[in-house]
């Protein structure tokens, strides 16, 4: 684990699971290096927006799974920058080939720990946060290792900008009444949306389909970033 986050800032998940199919394979060989963030090996902080060709807000992504959701925005938004954190290799592959299929030129990957890279980022530098369908991590003693609790919280929030939009969804119950709980408990958020009928501009996930197929409702969330 690198040293640019602490153990009370950790999160967990697998790094790969089947193998990658030999054409997804070329692909982490051929297209992967060109649009994948490395941190930066410098002792001070820097904008995102250096990993991109265009001069744009950027919108972050934690735990994308197998990509369709930030590759729908980019397609959606090609006037937006976007940043992809997913500890899990096979899910990279699968955003890799979302990119390559639909041709996306706005999204740039990391490939390991969101947080190691969040620290490297000045404040104040993303327009737009998402948490989608997170692990739950159900057993009570593994909540320390959920995504939402207040040492990851106080990483994240003062990297968003003014206004900026949290947006999270897990279809959880235990989950989404300690997401309420520790994001309404913040100064630093204002709530915006708490509902269980999916806004019209979220696009769809695999994870929230197969929610809904087994009977769990998803809640949505959006706060704000306040002064």
Known sequence: MSDLVSKSTRTFGRRQGRPIKDTKQQLMDE??????????????????????DQKAPVWFEVGFGGGEHIAQLAVQHPDINFIGCEP?????????????EQHI????IFQGNALDVLKSFNHECLSRFYLMFADPWPKKRHHKRRF?????LNLVIPKLMLNAE???????????????QHLRNRTDLKEVLCTFDKPTDWPNTRYEAKAIE???KPLYLIFQRVQ
């Open 148 to 152: 939402i609790q207040n040492d990851i």
């Open 166 to 180: 949290f947006r999270l969804a897990t279809d959880h119950e235990s989950y989404q009444q300690w997401m309420v």
């Open 214 to 216: 087994e009977g769990r």
């Open 105 to 108: 030129s706005n999204i740039r």
């Open 31 to 52: 297209l992967f290096p060109t649009i994948s963030i490395e941190l930066p090996e410098v002792d001070y902080l820097i904008n995102p927006d250096i990993y991109f």
């Open 88 to 100: 899990f290799m096979n899910g990279v592959a699968s955003l890799v080939n979302h990119i390559q």
